[in-house]
């Protein structure tokens, strides 16, 4: 989990973000609001410690703008401030933050403040990943795929069937979120899956299991009998042009295969094999 401390304090930013990661977490300080906020559109800092008044951009406009963020998981803003005067704590809810630190430092206190963000950050994400869906695109996620695999793998062997799982890598996913941050590399996913889903059957799932990667499950066939599925993501893939303010997207995908049932092996097995068919029109 990643954490970031805002403070033109070099002393006070130092000595937070070693005793940070010594708590076991990736701590990065920022001397200004502004190249804060520059690298948090980029980069999922779960946890932000921020001063009141810092340079470039206050710690208000800070915690404004980060709730004005399009992200799929929640940030956990913690302002710090030597003097909490009523107008610092009416103005800091009233921006979004979610608790304060005391200045000058307790490292008690600082340790206590992380692992309650930690742990209600976990219990957001135990939540969310138990949902069932992808929250940008609506599709199943990783942890509902891979319960429901379990039942289809059962069902397969048990009627001796079989099926196929492709695999859709978006290929310019972790660049664009790189250089552009979260909501143009998750707008991109959204249309991605759209043109996944038009092209399944009724008794096909899609799911998205990493930012990056979709598994299209395919059942009742095998490889030789879907590349036409193939190609038709690689054609309605290659003809989409995406246009977000001043950025053009062409996208392209890259295509892995494989057959099931795989021996005796599991249903969590065979999801973890990575020797698949890599397809190339």
């Not at 010594?22 to 980069?43: D, N, Q, V, Y």
């Not at 940008?136 to 009627?159: D, H, K, P």
Request: net charge negative; aromatic share 8%; charged share 30%.
């Amino acid at each position: 989990m990643k954490v970031m401390v805002v403070s033109d304090d070099l002393l006070f930013a130092g000595i937070t973000t070693k005793k940070i990661s010594s708590l076991g977490f990736a701590a990065e300080s920022f001397s200004t609001g502004t190249a804060a906020f520059e690298s948090i559109k980029k980069e999922n800092y779960r946890i932000v410690l921020t001063g009141w008044d810092i340079p470039g951009m206050s710690g208000r406009e800070l915690t404004e703008n980060i709730r004005k963020l399009n992200r799929s998981r929640y940030t956990y803003i913690i302002v710090c401030a030597v003097d909490k005067t009523a107008d610092v704590t009416v103005g800091a809810l009233e921006a979004g933050a979610d608790d304060f630190l005391s200045r000058p430092l307790n490292t008690v206190e600082l340790k206590l403040k992380i692992k309650h963000a930690k742990r209600l950050l976990d219990l957001e994400d135990e939540l969310r990943d138990g949902s069932g869906a992808d929250a940008s695109t609506g599709l199943v996620n990783a942890a509902s795929f891979r319960q429901f695999y379990r039942v289809v793998i059962a069902e397969t062997r048990r009627l001796k069937g079989r099926g196929c799982l492709m695999y859709v890598m978006v290929d310019e996913y972790k660049a664009i979120f790189d250089e552009y941050g979260f909501e143009p590399a998750e707008t991109l996913a959204v249309e991605i899956s759209r043109v996944l889903k038009s092209i399944t059957r009724g008794s096909d799932l899609v799911a998205r299991i990493e930012d990056d990667l979709f598994c299209m499950l395919l059942q009742n066939t095998h490889w030789d009998l879907c590349k036409v599925v193939a190609d038709k993501v690689f054609e309605k893939i290659s003809n989409m042009s995406l246009f977000m303010d001043e950025l053009e997207i062409h996208p392209t995908v890259s295509i892995e295969i494989i057959d099931y049932p795989i021996d005796d092996l599991s249903s969590d097995e065979i999801l973890a094999v990575t020797d698949r068919i890599v397809y190339k029109r």
